[in-house]
């Protein structure tokens, strides 16, 4: 025989079963107070977090404020000028011992300095006066030691600045070769450029170890909270695992507002800050509090995020009586709520485990049980919200999938010629030669350097230097083959890897056909231009065994045949 249908509907169930929580308004104000202890213990750790990170951040800004005045005080001191601007060897020569001796005092007084260098604007960037540090020894780098510059970004770009302006680059880690302490660790690069009468002469370079800034910073802070540092893109730059830290500089992202989501606002304004509670249903919960600073820089945007991190558990241990006395409240009545779940049982858990079993198949992928979206009561109403609720996110996660391959796209690419960028590059070069070394193959690369690039640059605009980088692309891509890479290092670079090619006939003749390409007449609006290129040829295993071995090999093969007379390629080997 079948039950009669109840029109009496959850609402009206509910109100009668009203009366029975009345005895539970001991233990709903015993986890009030509870609740609010925990709510004022949270609120004034982000009040001490956020006061501590503001401090920090002063603490950098000053930091960097006295090393832009170092940087200030070397490039208006009369003896670089001297330097730069001496026609007289003997002249020359007295200039840059007095510039040794005062980039040697400053190194000596600043700790945190890995190298100051003196750099010419001719001689395609060439180091005139350089001082290392090398462990508790200072370093007079001098002769052939000394090293073309030009290609760097803290110089083409330093040189174009007007006077006074001061470039600050963006932390990296340092992988120029002979650079002593400095070598394969974090670093900021702050230079000036040093004007004569009417033309540039050079600049002065401070290399800062941002290794010892960072943990001048941290020092005195409490074991339990953790500092951290995010660049303006929001990659870590200083976090408590130190495989997160620089991720980018290994080819990865690892972003502050993945692991704080909140943070993403942050890195879209000026300069600002929050606090913000993560995991807070977990045992990994933290509070934290994170400020973006804008460096006052005109030129260039600069700028960072400092954060300090405390776990939940330590802000919250004070509460710990009050939640052993709401615990053994909340027990007492646990029975009535048991009884209560015997008459709601047959009217809710039943929908509501079909809901549940209709949830965890979605969130597993697999195919999803129905849902009971044919009631008339609210559980009816929940149902169908739920099935909408799966539907939206079905269309948000497939979005979401074609966000992340643009963004996988736009990481490795360069963005004004569409060729793969130096990361994806040297990822190719990376897995190629691993297949060459296993296989007993070969490789070669082309180190192309554009001429006349920057005479168009500075005569008619980065508009027309943009037209130009795209159609040198273009030319270099129909040249190669599909299973060859084309790459764009910045600026006027480019580079070229020849899978399975180490013939140099075969070289030669790709080479002379990508001067024959460069060497067509590129038309921007009514001016018709004529570039050429400087061609550097390695090959693997000839010039070198490493990546960086055989990219070097090209770059000087490349600045031979530019100082030949350009518009021809050398090959890195004497002999070929």
Known sequence: MSRPAVKFGLGGRFTLLLSLFGVLASGLTGYYAYSTSRELLVKAAEQRLLTATQVLVRQLVVTLESSVRDVQLLARHPLPQQALSATSPAARASAESG????FASLLETRSEYFQIRLIAADDHGMERVRIDRDGKLLLQVAGDDLQEKSHYPYVFETLRLPPDKVYISSPAINHEEGAHAGLGRPSLHLAMPIHGTGRVLGLVVINIDLD????QLSADLPSEITFMLAGRHGDFLVHPDPAQAFAFDRGQRV???DQFPATAALLHGGSGELVTVTGADGPAATVAAFVRYQLPVEHIERAFIIGLVQPLSDVLADSDAVGWATGRIVVAF???????????A??????????????ECFSSGQTRTPLPVGRQDEIGVLARSVDALQKQVDGQMAELHEKQLELDHLASHDSLTGLPNRRLFLDRLEHTLARARRSGGTLSLLFIDLDQFKEINDRLGHAAGDVVLQA??????????EIDTVARLGGDEFIILLDATDDTTVVANVADELLIALAQ??????ETLTIGGSVGISSYPRDGATATEIIAAADQAMYRAKNEGRNRFRFACAES
């Open 255 to 257: 972003l502050i507002h």
């Open 521 to 526: 007449p590129v038309t921007v609006g009514a």
């Open 212 to 215: 010892r800034i960072f943990s």
């Open 334 to 344: 646990s029975v009535l709520f048991v009884l209560l779940a015997i008459f709601l």
């Open 346 to 359: 047959r009217a809710v858990i039943r929908p509501l485990n079909q809901m549940l079993r209709s949830v």
């Open 99 to 102: 510039v040794d001796a005062l």
């Open 472 to 481: 040198a692309a273009e030319r270099m891509r129909g040249v190669v083959r």
